[in-house]
Every structure is written in structure tokens, then in C-alpha cells.
């Protein structure tokens, strides 16, 4: 097998892995500050119980991003080493920046949030809630710039095929950093608050804890909806800056083949990338340009202004970018209906809501990694958009052979580790809050 | 600021910092993970091993992340030649780092598989303690290397006798401070085993240093005319039997700190012989150096003052963290 794809395979499934976790925490960590907060205000120990409960989740959830995260910093050396002679002047500090500023800052902290709770004072805890959900927002942050300079690289030149770093804040502040940064935190706040309302509404239906249910469920769900909403205005952001920076890309999206005057906004349809065609195609004429030019006739490049070889595959994008979308557009239903009942005072009693919240477990997972993939599949050919090609990033040293093997290990062991993971947080999430959950944290005093 | 070429030397040193900085914090939990069948008899040695390493380890463990994340972004061709050259013996690095990371909170709460994750949190220990020490080797005592710079030999390349000495002498070193730390967290049984296994391991390091000694004398002739390697070498045999002293008078904190001096002092040898080449070729002129392996002196600058703004605080806030947890270990903390 051709060892480019298997490098592209394995990074694929290590940061497609991995990305499961990081998003849970940026939201487990920022209803792990809400709740402290609330428990401070209200003195209400049911605040205090959720708060043990979650903080139980939020490690096993931690830990499985930190052992699947060790493998991303090595694997620009292990598999990409000409992509790190390369661009290493560049795309090393933000990675060396992260974790300085925050792997030490979540890991030791979390150790408190964990093993410290009656070791040390209550503001101490709440300010270590605070530096855990810093740590993992900055953690966001530089693997945002690190990524976005692949995909709009600036504040650099080129010496000789080397690019050398010419003004730091422009090469980290790149112009698709700050939205994309924005647009997968919201997207973390929704992962982790959709989790917290699915185990709340787990506990209701089972007719347990029922004041601390009401009381995460709440909680949970002023978050998730209002980052739905807030969502919908980050993506479009978003969408408007991947038409400018990168329009082929956007062309992708869109299955977008010829330029247009008046683009359309393409709801359904399978791209046929050999016929430049789109089948069964429903669309929304005008849409498109609406949306990224706010005028119906602006102009929307298609995939035939760019030369062949520096297209981004179609189908791929295309069914991710949408699939993306739907859920958005799902999690802003979800969070509406949500609010409507809890204003209505109906939410604990509405069974077929709370049935449906541990369905949607999986949606924002998949939001998530469905968007990821667009943003990544729709960058190629390139590694580092117009500067470096994935084909000529790999490794010359390392053979196919031997990425095929550390491939099946790989998948062996995050299946082992994926299976064992679901067994234990189920478990913690039986136990329930209160109860028996304080029990663990008595133990260190 | 500076000249490209201090730059490039402060980072040789702040790179040296962070490794060995890793080395004495994780040095001690993957010690304890190797150990544990072998100071662990019943339950509650088990879970008071765990609880003494359950809150510490991953912090640790950054220090590692922060070295390879630091060796990327100044010496980004050293970076690629060895994490590309040595690619099978880091997948089982990292392997090993994978499960060992989950295997304390999979033990706790997946109580199926209870035996498989204790496995692999010694496993995971064992392993990496090894072949750091051969990786190093390596790096130190010389690898093929070609024209365009890229490793030139294969895994088995790796396993010659200068590393494997490099390797049994960091798992030693690595094995004999986790025991320090192991009496120092621990009471009654536990604690006298503890203390009665880092005599024993002071021997075996000391075996494994003259060992090492003698294979850099044959292989490396040259570092042998290093006036500070030899100055350090002696700080490791001080310490070595300070150490073994404080052990047997039962100073356990005084151990462990002298168990700290000497690993940090055999950092001061790798740093003496080594500079200023980061990956030595067999080849001379085609050895990796701080000068044609590294970042331009903007990115060394910027780099700079990323780590002088960071890591004192990361300093504080890690030694609030230790004085959090000292104290002797309990079984069960954090729900272990």
C-alpha cells in the first residue's frame, strides 16, 4: 500500500480518535466553573454533588484526550518529517506554546480537581475548576493556530522550500484563527452540555436524584442552547472566511462546479466529481451567495477556476460539510424545544424529549468530526494550503510496512481503550450524583 | 536581543532543562509503574502506590510533551530526522505512554479488566524507562545518517552496546528514584521494601554507570576529554552513595532529592559530551548541531519569551500542586 495514504489513515484515525475527547472537555469543564459558581452563590449542596459527579466524568474523559493526544505530538516527526522540515519554524512554537501555557496548567490542576477536594480550601477548588476549563480553552486556542496556518498560512517567507517565520502575530492570528478557534469551542460547549443533558434526562426517566437532575438539566441546557444559537452565527463566519481565503475549498462545500452570479445553496444532493455533476441535487437559489456575499447575485467561484491537481476532493467535503450542518441546525431545534419546556415547567414530565436527549449522545460527536473532516479533506492536496503538498510531507524514511503495522496497533488499542472508556463512564454515570460518588474523595485527607 | 547563536545555545540548554525536568518528576511515577509488582504485595500497597503517583503523573508527563514540543520548534530538523528515524521504537513508546495513561483510571472503574490495566501500568512504565535510555544512546553515541540528513539504519541499528549501556543505566536510574519516592509516600511494609529496593537499585546504577562509562571510553573516545562531563560524573557518585547513605538512616526526602541530583548529574554529562550536536553522525559532518538543525532566530526569540513568561509560572503552580499531596499516601484517594 502506498505509504502517503497509510500516513494520511493513521493520522486520520489518531486526531479523528482523539478529538472525541478534547471537545467533552470544554464543555464538561465550563459546566464544572458554572456549577461551582452556582454552589457558591446558592450555597445548595445538590450544586456540590453535581459538581463531584461531573468533575468523576470530566477525568475519565481527560485522561483518555491526554493518552490519545501523545501520539499527535510525535506524529509530524514519526510520519510527517518533511512537513516538520519544512514548516518547523513555524508550526512547532504553537505546539511547544501549548504545552507550556496549558497541558501543565489542565493536567495539574485536574490532579486537584480530582484527588484535592478535601485537601485543599473551597476557593483553592473553584480556582482550580477556573484554571482547568483556562487550561483547556488555551489548549483549543494553539492547536487552532497550529491548524489554521495549514490552512491560511501568513506572517511568514520562504527561504529557499523552507518557510521562516517573519512576524509571529500575524502567523499565529492568521486569518482563519479566531473564527475557527470561536467555532470549535461552541462546538466543545455543545458536546459537553448535550453529554450533561443526557445524563440528566437518564436520571429523570429512571426517577433518580430528581432535584439534582432538574438542577444539571437547567444548567446544562442554558448552555447548550444558547451555543446553538450561538453556533449558527460562528459557522456562518466561518463560511464566509473559507470563501475568501480558500474558495476552492468552499467550492467543495458546495459542490459548487462552475463560477456563478447568484449562487445556490445546495440542501441535498450526491456530488459526481468524474461528470462535474451534482445528482439529485435540491437547492435554494441564490442562497449561497446570499449567504457569504449578503447579495443574491454576488459571485461564487467554482471548482473550475482551479487547476485540477489543486482541487480538493468533492464528495467528501460536500457530504461532511452538510452532514455538519443538519446537526446544527437539530442542536438549535433541540435547545429551543428544550427552553419552551423548561419554561412550561413540562421538561421533567415530557418523557419523549428526555428519550431523544440519550439518543442525540452521538450528534455532536459526529458535528464535530464531520467538520473537522470538511475543513481538513477540503484543504487538500495540501498540507500547508499552497505552500507544501500532503504527497510531499510524509517521511522518506519510514516504510509502508512499518506505518501499516504501527496502524493495526493503533486501531487495536483505541478500540480496547474506546470500549473500556464507554464501560467506565456508564459506571460513573450510574452511580449517580451524591450518594455513593463522594465517597472516593474522602479517602487522601 | 541575542545573537542567533546564543539563542540557539540557550535553547540546547532550556531543551536539556525540560528533559531533565521530566526525567526527575516522571522519572518517579514510571519507576513506581515498573516497580510495582515488586514493591506492591497486598491491595492496599497496590492503591497506596497509585494514589501516590494518581495525582502528579499526568503533569509529569508534560514535561515531556513541553521537550518534544520545545525540540520541534527550535531544532525542527533534529525533531524529524529522529522521531521519522527511530519511528518503530517510538510507536512502542508510545504505545506504552497510551495505555499506561488510561491503565490508573481503567484499573479503578473497569473492574473486568482490572489485571490487564495493572499490566499495563507496569508494562507501560517498564518499557518506556527502557528505551529512553537507548534512544539517547543513540543520539549521543551516533547513528548512520545520510546526505539529505535522514536516518540511514534500521531498528535494529538502534540496539548496539553504547545505547542498550544508555538504556539499562536510565532504567536503573529511572527504577531506583521511583523507589525513593515510593518511601517516601509509604508507611510500615511498604515503606521498609521501598527502602530495601532503592539500596539495591544504587548498586545496580552504579554497575550500570561504570558500564556506560566504560562504552562511551570505547565507542565515544573523544568525550572523554570533557572536563565538565567528568566534573558531573563525579556529582554521580557523590550522590550515588550520599543517596545509598540516606537510605539506610532512613532520610527519605533527603534520598529522593539526592536521587534527583544524581540523575540530573548524568544530564550534565549528556549535555557536556553531546554539545553542540543534537543527533551525532557516524558520519561527523553530517551530525545534526544546534547550528544547521535549527529554527530561525525569530522563531528562537519568540520561543524564548514564550518560556520565560511560561514556565516559571508553571514552576509555581507544579511545586502548589506537590504541597497540595505531600505527605504519606493513602490508599483509595481520588476514588483509586
Not at chain 1, 435547545?335 to 439518543?359: E, H, M, T
Not at chain 1, 473500556?420 to 465517597?439: E, F, I, Q, S
Amino acid at each position: 500500500m502506498d505509504a502517503v495514504l497509510l500516513a494520511r489513515l493513521q493520522f486520520g484515525l489518531t486526531a479523528g480518535f482523539h478529538f472525541l475527547f478534547p471537545p467533552t472537555t470544554l464543555g464538561l469543564s465550563l459546566l464544572v466553573v458554572v456549577i461551582e459558581a452556582l454552589y457558591l452563590r446558592t450555597k445548595n449542596e445538590a450544586y456540590k454533588e453535581l459538581s463531584v459527579y461531573l468533575v468523576k466524568i470530566l477525568g475519565t474523559v481527560f485522561v483518555m484526550g491526554v493518552a490519545t493526544g501523545i501520539a499527535l505530538e510525535f506524529a509530524f516527526g514519526n510520519n510527517w518529517a518533511a512537513y516538520s522540515r519544512t514548516v518547523g519554524d513555524i508550526f512547532g512554537a504553537p505546539l511547544a506554546a501549548e504545552a507550556v501555557f496549558s497541558f501543565f496548567l489542565e493536567s495539574v490542576f485536574l490532579g486537584i480537581l480530582v484527588f484535592g477536594r478535601d485537601r485543599v480550601s473551597p476557593k483553592t477548588y473553584r480556582l482550580s475548576a477556573f484554571l482547568v476549563f483556562l487550561g483547556a480553552h488555551l489548549s483549543g486556542l494553539w492547536i487552532i493556530v497550529a491548524n489554521s496556518w495549514m490552512q491560511t498560512p501568513a506572517g511568514f517567507r520562504m527561504e529557499g522550500d523552507r518557510a521562516v517565520l517573519a512576524d509571529f502575530w500575524q502567523a499565529a492570528l492568521n486569518p482563519s484563527t479566531v473564527v475557527r478557534f470561536v467555532h470549535t469551542i461552541l462546538g466543545g460547549w455543545i458536546t459537553g452540555a448535550l453529554v450533561a443533558m443526557a445524563i440528566a434526562a437518564w436520571l429523570m426517566l429512571k426517577g433518580r436524584a430528581a432535584g439534582k437532575a432538574a438542577l444539571l438539566m437547567k444548567t446544562s441546557l442554558a448552555v447548550f442552547a444558547a451555543a446553538a444559537v450561538l453556533q449558527l452565527g460562528s459557522g456562518h463566519a466561518h463560511s464566509i472566511q473559507v470563501t475568501r481565503t480558500q474558495p476552492e475549498k468552499m467550492a467543495a462545500f458546495e459542490a459548487l462546479w462552475k463560477t456563478e452570479d447568484g449562487a445556490p445553496f445546495t440542501v441535498f444532493g450526491i456530488p459526481d466529481e468524474k461528470n462535474e455533476r451534482t445528482l439529485l441535487a435540491v437547492r435554494i437559489p441564490k442562497m449561497l451567495s446570499l449567504l457569504v456575499h449578503f447579495d443574491p447575485n454576488g459571485r461564487v467561484l467554482g471548482l473550475e477556476e482551479f487547476a485540477r491537481d489543486e482541487r480538493p476532493p468533492v464528495f467528501l467535503p460536500f457530504a461532511s460539510y452538510h452532514v455538519m450542518i443538519l446537526f446544527g441546525v437539530v442542536f438549535i431545534l433541540l435547545g429551543a424545544v428544550g427552553v419552551w419546556l423548561l419554561a412550561r415547567k413540562k421538561l421533567a414530565s415530557s418523557r419523549r424529549y428526555l428519550k431523544f436527549l440519550l439518543f442525540a449522545v452521538p450528534l455532536p460527536y459526529l458535528a464535530n468530526e464531520t467538520g473537522w473532516i470538511a475543513a481538513e479533506v477540503g484543504r487538500q492536496p495540501w498540507a500547508v494550503y499552497k505552500i507544501l503538498r500532503t504527497s510531499d510531507a510524509v517521511s522518506a524514511t519510514v516504510p509502508a510496512g512499518n506505518i501499516l503495522f504501527s496502524l493495526i496497533l493503533f486501531t487495536a488499542i483505541y478500540a480496547l481503550i474506546a470500549v473500556a472508556g464507554l464501560t467506565v463512564l456508564l459506571r460513573t454515570v450510574r452511580g449517580g450524583p451524591g450518594d455513593a460518588a463522594t465517597a472516593g474523595t474522602k479517602g487522601g485527607a | 536581543m541575542f545573537a542567533w547563536n546564543v539563542l540557539q545555545d540557550i535553547w540546547f540548554l532550556l531543551i536539556g532543562v525540560l528533559l531533565a525536568g521530566y526525567a526527575i518528576l516522571d522519572g518517579f511515577d514510571l519507576g513506581i509503574g515498573a516497580l510495582f509488582p515488586f514493591l506492591a504485595r497486598t491491595e492496599d500497597d497496590k492503591r497506596t502506590l497509585i494514589a501516590a503517583v494518581g495525582p502528579v503523573w499526568d503533569g509529569n508527563e508534560v514535561w515531556l510533551l513541553a521537550g518534544g514540543g520545545a525540540l520541534f520548534a527550535a531544532f525542527p530538523m533534529a525533531y524529524a530526522t529522529v522521531f521519522s528515524g527511530f519511528y518503530l521504537a517510538l510507536m512502542l513508546v508510545l504505545f506504552a505512554l497510551i495505555l499506561r495513561a488510561v491503565s490508573l483510571e481503567f484499573r479503578a472503574h473497569d473492574p473486568a479488566r482490572k489485571r490487564f490495566w495493572e499490566a499495563a501500568f507496569v508494562g507501560g512504565s517498564a518499557l518506556p524507562a527502557l528505551l529512553f535510555g537507548v534512544a539517547l544512546g543513540n543520539v549521543v553515541g551516533g547513528v548512520p545518517i545520510d546526505a539529505r540528513s535522514e536516518f540511514a539504519g534500521t531498528f535494529f541499528t538502534l540496539l548496539r552496546p553504547l545505547p542498550l549501556s544508555f538504556g539499562l543505566l536510565g532504567l536503573c536510574a529511572i527504577l531506583m528514584h521511583g523507589a525513593a519516592y515510593a518511601a517516601l509516600k509509604s508507611e510500615g511494609d511498604l515503606l521498609a521494601r521501598a527502602r530495601k529496593t532503592a539500596r539495591v537499585l544504587a548498586i545496580a546504577f552504579a554497575a550500570a554507570f561504570a558500564l556506560s562509562l566504560a562504552m562511551v571510553w570505547i565507542y565515544l573516545p573523544a568525550a572523554v576529554r570533557s572536563v565538565p562531563a567528568w566534573v558531573f560524573a563525579a556529582f554521580v557518585w557523590l550522590s550515588l552513595a550520599l543517596f545509598a547513605a540516606a537510605v539506610k538512616k532512613g532520610r527519605d526526602g533527603r534520598a529522593f532529592a539526592l536521587s534527583s541530583a544524581a540523575f540530573l548529574s548524568l544530564w550534565g554529562i549528556v549535555g557536556a559530551i553531546q554539545y553542540p550536536n543534537l543527533v551525532r553522525a557516524a558520519v561527523p559532518e553530517r551530525s545534526l548541531t544546534i547550528a544547521n538543525a535549527s529554527s530561525s532566530a525569530l522563531t528562537l526569540k519568540v520561543m524564548l519569551l514564550i518560556a520565560l513568561i511560561g514556565m516559571p509560572v508553571v514552576i509555581g503552580y507544579t511545586i502548589f500542586a506537590f504541597r497540595v499531596f505531600k505527605g504519606k499516601a493513602r490508599p483509595g484517594a481520588g476514588g483509586y
